[in-house]
C-alpha cells in the first residue's frame, strides 16, 4: 500500500499479475461513495486471498479490469477446474484511459502461433489497450536522430587520416588525453574531439554502405519430434475444452464435458512425453553408433549440429577482396587469390637454397672446419658468423633471438 500511494502520483499506474485471489462477488470499491461501474463476475468462488485483495483495492482506489471492460473470461484453465485469479487493476480515475480489456487462452494462443509447447501452461495471457498521452513530435525526432548510417570500411583510401590536418588533430587529441587522465571532465572532453575527428573522416573519405534488404525469418517453434498423431490430439483437446467452457446448460453435463476435457489432455501430455521421449532416445543412439565408427570426423559434426552450436559458420567465407576494393566470389579467382597470397606468405626474399641431405655429412669430422677462426684474425672470434645468421634468420621472416658467449 505504501508503494501505491507513492509512485500513483508519479504517472501511470498499473497493478497486475497472479495474486491467488478469488474474489466472487466481492467489490473493489466503496459502494454509495465511488462512483465505479459494477463488475460482472463469472467466478463465484471466494477465499481468503480475495477478501484481503478486494479490501486492499478499495483502500488504494484502485479498480479491477477483470468484468468491466472487454470479454471476462476464466484466466486459470486446468484439467483440476477453472477459476479467475490473475488481474490487471488501475486508478479510478484512470479507467476511461483503458480502451480494451482481452483474456486470451493459453490454447488460443498456441494455435494462433502454431507453436507446439513441450508443456501447456495452465493461466491465460492477460493484455490491455490504454490510450496515454504523448507527444509525437518527440518520438518522431528521437527515432529521426536514431538512424544508423554505416560506411563501407573495406574500402579505406590511402590517405585516411594521413593528411597534415588531422595528424596534427590527431597527436593534440593524444595529447589532451595523456594531460588529462585524472580529470574525467576533460578526458570526456578530449575523446569527444577525438570521435568528432575520426566521424568527419569517416563521412569525408569512406562510401556509404549499401544495405541489402534481408527478409529474417522468424524463429521457428517446431518440434522436431511432433506428428499427425499429436496434432490430431492436441486439436481434439482443444474441442473439448472450448465445449466446456461454452456450455451453460445443466450442471450434470457441464461435468461429463469437463471429465471428457480432462482426459483427452491427459491424453495428449501422455503421448506427447512419450514422443519426446523416443525422439531424444533415438538421437542418443545415433552419437553412439557414430561415436563407435572409425570416422569421428562425423561425430563431432554432429555434436556441433547440437543447440546454439548449429547457428555457428562452419566454413571460411568463400570470396576474396581485390586490388580494387571489390568483392569477388568466383571459384578460380578465389584460388588464385589464396595461392598467390600464401606462396608470397612462404617465399624467401633472397631465394636462398639449402643444401640436400647427404648420409656422408653424418661421418664429417667438423673439428677441423675452424668455424670460430677468422682468416684475418685467427684469435677472435668472428662476429661476421653471428651477423650472417642472424641476417639468415631474418629473411626467413622466424623471428629468432640469437646470443653467442664467447671467450677472448
Avoid at 536514431?146 to 597534415?164: C, G, H, T, W, Y
Avoid at 588531422?166 to 593524444?174: A, E, F, G, M, S
Avoid at 572409425?294 to 570470396?319: D, M, V, Y
Amino acid at each position: 500500500m505504501t508503494y501505491c500511494n507513492k509512485y500513483q502520483t508519479k504517472g501511470y499506474t498499473i497493478i497486475c499479475g497472479d495474486f491467488n485471489a478469488r474474489c466472487g462477488s466481492n467489490t473493489d470499491y466503496i459502494e454509495g461513495v465511488d462512483d465505479i461501474k459494477p463488475r460482472t463476475t463469472i467466478d463465484t468462488t471466494e477465499n481468503y486471498n480475495g477478501d484481503l485483495f478486494c479490501e486492499f483495492l478499495s483502500d488504494t482506489n484502485f479498480a479491477m479490469l477483470n468484468g468491466r471492460i472487454g470479454i471476462n473470461d476464466f484466466t486459470y484453465i486446468s484439467p483440476r477446474g477453472r477459476s479467475v485469479v490473475d488481474y490487471i487493476c488501475v486508478p479510478y480515475e484512470q479507467l476511461e484511459s483503458v480502451l480494451d480489456f482481452k483474456i486470451m487462452r493459453m490454447s488460443d494462443i498456441i494455435n494462433t502461433l502454431n507453436y507446439n509447447p513441450e508443456s501447456i501452461p495452465d493461466h491465460s495471457l492477460l493484455s490491455c489497450d490504454i490510450k496515454y498521452p504523448v507527444n509525437v513530435d518527440e518520438i518522431s525526432n528521437h527515432y529521426a536522430n536514431e538512424v544508423k548510417i554505416k560506411r563501407n570500411a573495406r574500402k579505406i583510401p590511402d590517405d585516411f587520416l594521413i593528411s597534415d590536418e588531422v595528424r596534427h588533430k590527431v597527436l593534440d587529441t593524444i595529447e589532451k588525453i595523456e594531460h588529462s587522465v585524472y580529470l574525467d571532465q576533460n578526458v570526456q572532453n578530449a575523446y569527444d574531439e577525438f570521435h568528432k575527428l575520426i566521424m568527419n573522416e569517416m563521412e569525408t573519405k569512406l562510401p556509404l554502405l549499401q544495405q541489402k534488404n534481408i527478409n529474417k525469418r522468424s524463429k521457428s517453434f517446431y518440434k522436431p519430434y511432433w506428428n499427425q498423431t499429436l496434432q490430431t490430439q492436441w486439436t481434439l483437446s482443444c474441442e473439448c475444452e472450448k465445449k466446456w467452457l461454452k456450455f451453460k446448460g445443466p450442471p450434470h453435463k457441464k461435468k461429463l464435458l469437463k471429465e471428457n476435457y480432462c482426459t483427452e489432455r491427459n491424453i495428449f501430455d501422455k503421448i506427447n512425453r512419450k514422443f519426446k521421449r523416443k525422439y531424444q532416445i533415438q538421437k542418443e543412439n545415433e552419437l553412439h553408433e557414430k561415436l563407435k565408427s572409425t570416422n569421428k570426423r562425423e561425430f563431432w559434426k554432429s555434436i556441433g549440429k547440437l543447440g546454439i552450436a548449429n547457428e555457428r559458420k562452419i566454413q571460411i567465407p568463400w570470396e576474396v577482396v581485390d586490388s580494387d576494393g571489390n568483392i569477388n566470389t568466383g571459384e578460380k579467382i578465389v584460388l588464385k587469390k589464396w595461392k598467390s597470397d600464401f606462396e608470397t606468405l612462404f617465399s624467401n626474399k633472397l631465394n636462398v637454397t639449402t643444401p640436400e641431405y647427404s648420409a656422408e655429412n653424418d661421418q664429417m669430422d667438423l673439428s677441423n672446419l675452424n668455424l670460430f677462426k677468422h682468416p684475418a684474425q685467427p684469435n677472435r672470434h668472428p662476429d661476421c658468423l653471428v651477423e650472417r645468421l642472424k641476417n639468415y634468420f631474418k629473411d626467413a621472416k622466424i623471428m629468432t633471438h640469437i646470443s653467442c658467449t664467447s671467450d677472448d
